[in-house]
């Protein structure tokens, strides 16, 4: 500091007294920000020093950057058993997620330059927005072996830009302890009519049953409503093709009708007031603790329930939702998607390319994610077995069996129309909306989102 | 005076230098940002005021605009009411008067957050029950409606803030000369009199302060919103502050929800500096 106060002496006396405050100031400033910067240059010499130890061989290093806390020790441990078989690749894993924002925490790595090799997209209207940034994955094992249809929404043209992380799918997943105990044979239950009835029939016994409702509908929560219950009624207006919803420049609600049936349904037979009930109250409180018998959820809340009551958690079931002329099939759908950086050295792409592969069909790889991760494989080449909870099995099967409706949310408009669909839905609930009215708006907004 | 000299930018530097870094620079960029079609990664054109003229016909955003001030208004009168009472409360010559002072102090060292959660679980769970056994049906159901919803958010952040107005309102009551009440008390002034003609000119700069604070808190209010309602139902209940992140996170329009946010920003800056002008014209002097 002594030689800052010099320094700015001397130039006092170039300057003398006709120089400004202003002036004065600024050199002051910009001397403290040449100070900062020099210090600044120190750290980033040092961090390339250490990563030059390399062994003989090309080092190749592939960081992945993804939004899954929950997996992050069970990926290093696979990631380890791969690098002692390819000594040469070196893999960074980084999970940002569990309440920061996986996505913009994204955008800020690429605007900084720091780019990852490996990183997870969302749909298509992410794999839009990296698409100069996503390889063409088409000449993988995995793009080969991939479910049919789970690659509708990152295709680009015959370019394939992303490799599914796991299918996930929801529907009614019911107590099979109170189902039994109320004399309802879950595996009848196919058409609307049939869910009415086991409905009703099971409100009649509630206080036998010890339920204080027979289901509990997160209608807090617009996801649940606007897009996983609209999306059953909703994927056949579009073929089930997630592209197809992308591209469209409006919505018809075919299904209208059924979709309001169906929520009016939930709502009669639900815990009161709707509007009240988040996600961890349908699933922890009311769920978990046996006080409904049915909810409409999907495979990822089996480790909250299995935290809960272990034993209930081996004791569910799911049922499809049903939609008229396709009972019977369930909603799957991929949550996410791997992406490879294009804009690395070929060997560096190549080398996060047989990565994926090796962690999607090696045997390592496949036991990591089935029983590890607790993922449902979206390939081919795993059988059931290898999965541990009872609805992810069962939706498993379902997929391989082709059972299945699409899911088309993540290619509504500006990725939210869901959530507008959900509030008008929830003011239809309040009684503030006309069902008609609901559709007309969402249609609106809809229309407004493609323009 | 001198003081003004070299010594003087010397000490300012770091200041202004994590000023400069944390809110000037990024208030240029974003402003700029504002004006063109950003997507969190990279500009492609300019589109000047495209995204303003589309925030006057944003309904949402007029919504939550309006759901803000109202809201602001309420909890700005509460509080200072709150706050002066419980402080004239606590500078009485009481016993338990330091214990008090932290009892009233203590919500604030909670995070809004939790905070949230811990008055949803009071709104939705205690209230239901006690009006279910007592059958009152207006506290079941809160907020799963509008106006409960509202007085939800407003009974929470007066629950939390009133404590930080009262030690303000502590500082400027334990300053008033004691012979000035005395004087009056000889004189036969009620005890009304004696509030109205010297404590309240006394703590008028307080009000300053603790307005100032209260309008902008209540303005910027986020993590209580989002942890309560989550803006619901229906979004009835959405803040400007949620609308951005909404409009910028959710919705993916990062340049449209840097617009709202220098529209909010100016907003801001408008309402808290015509306050402390108008309130500093009012302050008495000691």
């Known amino acids: 500091m002594y030689f800052f106060k010099l320094i700015c002496e001397r130039l006092q006396k170039i300057g003398g007294k006709k120089m400004s405050k202003h002036l004065k100031g600024l050199i002051v400033l910009l001397l403290a920000v040449l100070v900062l910067a020099a210090c600044g240059g120190d750290g980033s010499s040092e961090s390339n020093a250490n990563g030059d130890d390399t062994s003989g061989e090309e080092q190749i290093t592939i960081n992945v950057f993804q939004g899954k806390v929950e997996i992050k020790d069970q990926f290093e441990a696979m990631v380890e058993v791969y690098e002692e078989e390819n000594p040469n690749v070196n893999i960074e894993f980084v999970a940002v997620g569990g309440g920061s924002d996986y996505i913009g925490s994204l955008k800020t790595r690429f605007s900084s330059g720091d780019e990852p090799e490996i990183f ?17 994955l088409s000449d993988t094992e995995s793009a080969q072996l991939a479910f049919e249809g789970t690659l509708d929404s990152v295709r680009d043209g015959d370019a394939v830009l992303g490799l599914p992380y796991n299918l996930e799918g929801y529907g009614y997943i019911y107590n099979k302890e109170i189902f039994e105990n109320a004399g309802v044979d879950a595996s009848s239950i196919m058409t609307y009519e049939d869910l009415e009835n086991a409905f009703s029939t099971i409100d009649s016994q509630k206080d036998d ?7 509990a509908l997160g209608a807090k929560e617009r996801w649940i409503i606007g897009a996983h219950l609209a999306n059953a009624y909703l994927a056949p207006e579009f073929n089930n093709n997630i592209l197809e919803a992308y591209n469209a420049d409006t919505v018809t609600f075919e299904r209208g009708d059924e979709l309001k049936r169906m929520l009016d349904l939930q709502v009669e037979y639900s815990v009161q007031p709707t509007l009240n009930i988040d996600y961890s109250q349908q699933v922890e409180q009311y769920f978990s603790l046996g006080q409904v018998a049915v909810i409409q959820q999907g495979n990822w809340i089996y480790p909250s329930v299995e935290q809960m ?10 049922l499809p939702i049903p939609v008229e002329g396709l009972e019977g099939k369930l909603p799957v759908g991929v949550p996410n998607y791997w992406g490879v950086n294009k804009n690395k050295d070929e060997a560096t792409v190549q080398a996060a390319k047989d990565f994926l592969d090796w962690m999607n069909t090696s045997e390592v790889g496949k036991e990591t994610v089935t029983s590890e991760f607790n993922f449902i494989p979206a390939y081919e080449g795993y059988s059931a077995d290898m999965i541990n909870d009872p609805i992810s099995k069962e939706i498993f099967r379902y997929s391989e069996a082709g059972e ?16 507008l669909l959900g509030e ?5 609930i309040a009684d503030g909306l006309e069902w008609e009215d609901v559709l007309t708006n969402a249609t609106e907004k809809w229309e407004e989102g493609r323009n | 005076m001198k003081n003004k000299d070299l010594s003087f930018w010397l000490f300012l530097t770091p200041v202004l230098l994590a000023l400069a870094i944390v809110v000037f620079i990024p208030l240029i960029i974003g402003t700029y940002y504002s004006f063109t079609d950003w997507n969190g990664l990279t500009v492609t054109k300019f589109v000047g005021f495209e995204h303003y003229l589309n925030i006057l ?16 208004i309420v909890a700005v009168i509460l509080l200072n009411i709150i706050g002066l009472g419980l402080a004239i409360l606590v500078t009485q010559k009481l016993k338990s008067s330091n214990f008090l002072r932290t009892i009233f102090f203590m919500p604030n060292l909670i995070g809004g957050l939790i905070l949230g959660f811990i008055w949803q679980f009071v709104f939705i769970n205690v209230f239901g029950e006690i009006g279910q056994s007592l059958g009152i049906p207006s506290l079941q159901g809160w907020l799963s409606t509008t106006n409960t919803g509202f007085w939800g958010l407003v009974i929470l952040t007066i629950w939390q803030m009133s404590g930080y107005i009262m030690i303000i309102y ?8 004691n012979e000035l009440n005395e004087a009056a008390d000889i004189d036969g002034a009620s005890s009304l009199q004696r509030f109205r003609h010297i404590t309240f000119p006394l703590v008028a700069p307080a009000f300053t302060v603790s307005m100032f604070l209260t309008l902008s808190n209540a303005f910027k209010i986020y993590d209580q919103n989002l942890s309560l309602t ?4 229906f979004g009835s209940t959405q803040m400007v502050a949620m609308d951005i992140v909404r409009t910028a996170y959710t919705r993916n329009q990062l340049a449209y929800g840097q617009a709202k946010a220098v529209i909010f920003f100016i907003i801001i800056a408008v309402i808290a500096l015509s306050q402390v002008y108008y309130n500093k014209k009012r302050e008495v002097d000691l």
């Open chain 1, 424 to 428: 008008f839905m929830q003011e239809y």
């Open chain 1, 309 to 318: 009551d272990p034993d209930l958690a081996q004791n569910l079931g799911i």
């Open chain 2, 230 to 233: 989550e803006g619901g139902p």
């Open chain 2, 170 to 177: 502590i500082a400027y009551l334990q300053n008033i000369p």
């Open chain 1, 209 to 215: 049953l010890g339920i204080v409702a027979v289901n």
């Open chain 2, 57 to 72: 016909k944003d309904e949402t955003f007029i919504d939550a605009l309006k759901f803000t001030t109202l809201f602001s």
């Open chain 1, 120 to 136: 997870s997209i969302a749909g298509p209207t992410e794999a839009e927005q990296f698409k100069d940034y996503l390889a063409d």
């Open chain 1, 404 to 419: 299945t409706i699409g899911w088309v949310f993540n290619g509504f408009p500006s990725n939210s129309w869901g959530d």
